[in-house]
């Protein structure tokens, strides 16, 4: 298991966002990575799945995806902790095997998903990738749906 804490730094003009993982004793085992494959959302909320593929290989240095009721922009949006984003964001990061799992909120309106897979290119600088997909419905708990992302 680990949290996500995310800290924002202001270097003169240039705003910086970091996402630290901080790991727990369950989380890190040996110095690796544990992840639990079964994921089961809490009592009255649904989840929503996916593989992550890029030409046909699994995803495994990370990705990021969002779901939220409302279609989610590229960049995301920016998110204040005095100001949380309406309609509610939710996110997951894809694990080592590729795949993410999202524990979401039963609503009457469709999913938006969108997934975020940073990369290196040729010359060491970071590219994003991003893809958006909509219309998953979790319109009651214990729903569970499967949306994947494949690049390029």
Do not use: C
Request: no cysteine; glycine share 8%.
């Amino acid at each position: 298991m680990t949290r996500n804490k995310i800290i924002a730094v202001s270097v003169g003009s240039l705003a910086v966002l970091a996402a630290v993982l901080f790991f727990t004793k369950a989380g890190m085992m040996n110095g690796k990575n544990v992840q639990d494959k079964n994921v089961v959302p809490k009592a009255g909320n649904g989840l929503i799945t996916g593989k992550l593929m890029d030409r046909g290989q699994i995803v495994n240095t990370g990705a990021l995806v969002m779901a939220s009721v409302a279609p989610i922009p590229n960049p995301p949006p920016t998110i204040r902790a005095s100001k949380p984003p309406v309609p509610t964001l939710f996110s997951a990061s894809a694990g080592a095997d590729g795949t993410s799992s999202i524990e979401v909120d039963p609503s009457a309106k469709p999913y938006h998903l969108r997934a975020f897979y940073p990369v290196m290119d040729n010359a060491g600088n970071t590219v994003t990738y991003s893809k958006a997909a909509s219309g998953m419905m979790v319109d009651r708990p214990g729903v569970e749906v499967e949306q994947d992302f494949s690049w390029p």
